[in-house]
Every structure is written in C-alpha cells, then in structure tokens.
T-cell receptor, first 112, second 113 residues
C-alpha cells in the first residue's frame, strides 16, 4: 500500500533556528512529490513539486530536496510567519491518476 | 487571476440530511479534485474529474457523489449525513491529470450535528 509518513508531528523553533522536516514515502512508483503549507482553517498553499531523486527547489527561506525514499524541507532562519502545518503529498501511477496521497503533516511553531 | 473558489464557507447540517458543495477552478484548468480533511489529518482523496468525466475515486461510500459542468466547475454531494462526515472539504484544480500541480481552494467547513 502506498504510504507517506511525516516527522516530526510537531516542531517548535526559536526565530532564526534552522531545522528540517522529513517526508518518507513507500510507493509503487513516483510521478511527483509535492509540498504544501496550510494555515489553520484554510486550504493548502502550494510550495514545491519534485520529480526525481537529486532534485532541489528553493523559495525564500525554504529548500526542498528529494531522494529515492524521502524528501526534506529545510527551513533556514525561520520567522514567526513561517508557523503553519507543512504537508507532503505524492502522486503515483495507476489507479486514480491524479490522486494525491498526503501525510499527516508537521505543525511548525516559530517563537520570536 | 482568481484562485480556486468554494462555497459555502461554512455549513451546519443535521444527521440524515444531504449537502451540496460547490467549486470553481482556476481559469483554464480542466481538472477538479475533491478531498476530505478531518482535524489533525492530511487531506484524503474523494474524486477527480477531468473534462466532465470521473477519472478517479477514493475509498468513500456511495453516499458521496460529484459532477463537473461544461464550464469545469464542480459539485460534491453527500447524502444521509453522518456525524463522521464533519470535516473540511477541499477542492483542487489543475491543468490536466498527470503530475500537474493541484491548487487548493479555501475549503468548506461542514459540521454535522
């Protein structure tokens, strides 16, 4: 069964304290891996798409990387406005082609 | 350009009733997907429509149904509501089916009493 696991479930950082969020996946095949940010009570906001091992994407303080078994979202010198839940999702071939399989998310809190 | 829009924002229903949720995709997007997100969990796939045809269905009972209209907007219908149907219902649109990024709307918060 295709599965996505995110760790840690929650992460508390001080402003400026860099860290990484992990997304490990067990899938029959990978079409793409997606990172989203979700604020409380709102819809997920797209951050990155990664397609193949070794690929990296950057946006402001965020950098996403991909290996054959996992992806990391690195947060450099975070600010309080980076506080949110970060969701990882994979898209796999076969079955419901456009289906995204999500992890449970990592809730990030950044204190000033 | 406007993003994905959903209506209503919030909805309160009682057990046994039915509900219709609406979604308008980003202009030019032909695929709409529906997801259910319960508190503390990631979104779970319900349906995907592309060019007005159902192209995928998640593990949800037949009480859930959907359709897509010629203008690519979509409706999600849920019959015989249960307490467990209380969740945030998310609509996402994409240009096509495969590996296209899905952009989410703000969601509809459904509470079943």
């Amino acid at each position: 069964e295709d599965q996505v696991t995110q760790s840690p479930e929650a992460l508390r950082l001080q402003e400026g304290e860099s860290s990484s969020l992990n997304c490990s996946y067990t899938v029959s095949g990978l079409r793409g891996l997606f990172w989203y940010r979700q604020d409380p009570g709102k819809g997920p906001e797209f951050l990155f798409t990664l397609y193949s091992a070794g690929e990296e994407k950057e946006k402001e303080r965020l950098k996403a990387t991909l290996t054959k078994k996992e992806s990391f979202l690195h947060i450099t010198a975070p600010k309080p406005e980076d506080s949110a839940t970060y969701l990882c999702a994979v898209q796999v071939p076969g079955g419901s082609q456009g289906n995204l399989i999500f992890g449970k998310g990592t809730k990030l809190s950044v204190k000033p | 350009d406007a993003g994905v829009t959903q209506s209503p924002t919030h909805l309160i229903k009682t057990r046994g009733q039915h509900v219709t949720l609406r979604c308008s995709p980003i202009s030019g997007h032909k695929s709409v997907s529906w997801y259910q997100q319960v508190l503390g969990q990631g979104p779970q796939f319900i349906f995907q429509y592309y060019e007005k045809e159902e192209r995928g269905r998640g593990n949800f009972p037949d009480r859930f149904s959907a359709r897509q209209f010629p203008n690519y907007s979509s409706e999600l219908n849920v019959n015989a509501l249960l307490l467990g149907d209380s969740a945030l219902y998310l609509c996402a649109s994409s240009l096509g089916l495969y590996t296209d990024t899905q952009y989410f709307g703000p969601g509809t918060r459904l509470t079943v009493l």
